[in-house]
């Protein structure tokens, strides 16, 4: 299957279990890999063929950032199945949610959750 990547979105959040991470918030970077076929786009050029980066990130973000988890688990999983939901074309994602200042006392550079959703799997 044909993947689209996106990495890199950087997203200001109030996601985590410490009550300072609730009101302070923190930056998150995101990273997503679509799952689709690309066949009909790599033929015609037409972004009807395809799924729009920008909204695909737009929505990424809007429910990223709109709702508050305890966990970046939950929060991975509430922005797979929100864009699965929004984009039929989609068969599969991967949602990697990098958290480089997670309250940890170790020298790291992010600590991070990946999931997967295929359409229609629960």
């Not at 864009?83 to 200042?101: D, F, G, M, N, W």
């Not at 170790?106 to 359409?119: C, G, H, I, N, S």
Request: aromatic share 10%.
């Amino acid at each position: 299957m044909d993947r689209i990547l996106i990495k890199g979105l950087r997203a200001f959040a109030y996601h985590g279990v410490r009550d300072y991470e609730k009101k302070n918030g923190q930056s998150f970077i995101l990273d997503l890999t679509l799952y689709l076929s690309l066949d009909k786009a790599s033929r015609s050029d037409e972004l009807n063929d395809t799924v729009s980066y920008s909204s695909v990130s737009k929505t990424a973000l809007r429910i990223f950032t709109e709702n508050r988890f305890d966990l970046i688990e939950r929060a991975a999983g509430a922005v797979a199945d929100g864009i699965l939901l929004e984009y039929a074309q989609i068969q599969q994602i991967t949602v990697q949610i990098k958290k480089p200042r997670a309250p940890v006392s170790a020298d790291f550079e992010y600590m991070a959750v990946e999931l997967t959703r295929k359409r229609g799997e629960k």
